[in-house]
């Protein structure tokens, strides 16, 4: 099981930055993918970023490529997301996701949330 607590949500102008924090806890949570998906009122939870389990790789979302940068400082078990660039439309509740593939499928948990506004 892995806990997950977020922190660095705000309101910043279009094209300002923000930076959101993830820490995970548990016994196996070196097993876990760590990333971030946003939802915005009336769309569907969407991916933005992730990284495999040692930081070695990352991926992201098409929407979000060149302006959102994702780390993790493997020694705190703390995955970043540096927000740059931020338009009206980047606007969202952030989640932070823990995924470990297993032989029944993906095993996900969740952070709070981080609520994201972004003016004009």
């Known amino acids: 099981q892995v806990r997950l607590v977020e922190s660095g949500g705000g309101l910043v102008q279009a094209g300002g930055s923000l930076r959101l924090s993830c820490t995970a806890s548990?016994?196996?949570?070196?097993?876990?993918?760590l990333g971030w998906f946003r939802q915005s009122p009336g769309k569907e939870r969407a991916f933005v970023a992730r990284t495999s389990p040692n930081g070695g790789d990352s991926w992201y979302a098409d929407v979000v490529k060149g302006r959102f940068t994702i780390s993790l400082d493997n020694a705190k078990n703390t995955v970043y997301l540096q927000m740059s660039e931020l338009s009206p439309e980047d606007t969202a509740v952030y989640y932070c996701?823990?995924?470990?593939?297993?032989?029944?499928?993906?095993?996900?948990?969740w952070g709070q949330g981080a609520q994201v506004t972004v003016s004009s």
């Open positions: 996701n823990a995924r470990r593939l297993t032989t029944s499928g993906a095993e996900n948990y």
């Open positions: 548990g016994p196996t949570v070196d097993d876990y993918g």
